[in-house]
């Protein structure tokens, strides 16, 4: 199975803010990799797909790079409802791994 | 709108089953295959399987085979995760979650776009 690898675990920030958390995949995933976003008592939420598509609905602050192994989701003028648990996820090669997630909070 | 609709949260012995259902409203039941995803607490999404509402197929992670079954009732537009010998280990929220996929202009990516609202499985003596 591909193992992906998120950083950092955690992250503090204040509403205004710029972060990034980044995802690294063991194996080449070309642009096969999604982002969502999971708040505590919800459904998680597609936010971006294919590496740097924003899933429509979701604010144009949120935005995906990377290819072949590295990946970014960069979130700028942080929001109070921004704060959750972001998860990347591989859909190259079966079964569609996820990493272990980046709390992001004030 | 677009919605999964999950049954109710499950308290399980070890060795028992369990089956989870989820109702799909908002769209055609038959177009979009359903998948599964667990979660433990603090743990990542661990993917279990796939179903292909429209001829009923089905694809399963290794190691969940031989201990989950996925189906359908079109007539409903329900789908169903019946997982077996259940231990402590499975106690979990369980998700099904709606797989689309995107033409980007070069490729068909695929992602989960529409997720259910989970139903959490303890498996407890």
């Known amino acids: 199975d591909i193992q992906m690898t998120q950083s950092p675990s955690s992250l503090s920030a204040s509403v205004g803010d710029r972060v990034t958390i980044t995802c690294r995949a063991d194996q080449f995933v070309r642009t096969f990799l999604n982002w969502y976003q999971h708040k505590s008592g919800s459904a998680p939420k597609l936010i971006i797909y294919?590496?740097?598509t924003l899933q429509s609905g979701v604010p144009s602050r949120f935005s995906g790079s990377g290819s072949g192994t590295d990946f970014a989701l960069t979130i700028t003028n942080l929001q109070p409802e921004d704060f959750a648990t972001y998860y990347c996820q591989q859909s190259s090669r079966s079964p569609h791994t996820f990493g272990q997630g980046t709390r992001l909070e004030i | 709108q677009v919605q999964l609709e999950q049954s109710g949260a499950e308290v399980k012995k070890p060795g028992a089953s369990v089956k989870v259902s989820c109702k799909a409203s908002?769209?055609?039941?038959?177009?979009?295959?359903i998948n599964w995803v667990r979660q433990a607490t603090g743990q990542r999404p661990e993917w279990v399987g796939w179903l292909n509402p429209n001829n009923g197929n089905t694809g399963y992670a290794q190691k969940f085979q031989g201990r989950v079954s996925m189906t359908r009732d079109t007539s409903t537009s329900t789908a169903y995760m019946e997982l077996n010998s259940l231990r402590s280990e499975d106690t979990a929220i369980y998700y099904c979650?709606?797989?689309?996929?995107?033409?980007?202009?070069?490729?068909?990516?695929?992602?989960?776009?529409?997720w259910g609202q989970g139903t959490l499985v303890t498996v407890s003596s």
């Open positions: 979650v709606r797989h689309s996929d995107f033409w980007t202009g070069s490729y068909n990516h695929d992602a989960f776009d529409v």
């Open positions: 294919a590496a740097s």
């Open positions: 908002g769209y055609s039941f038959s177009s979009f295959d």
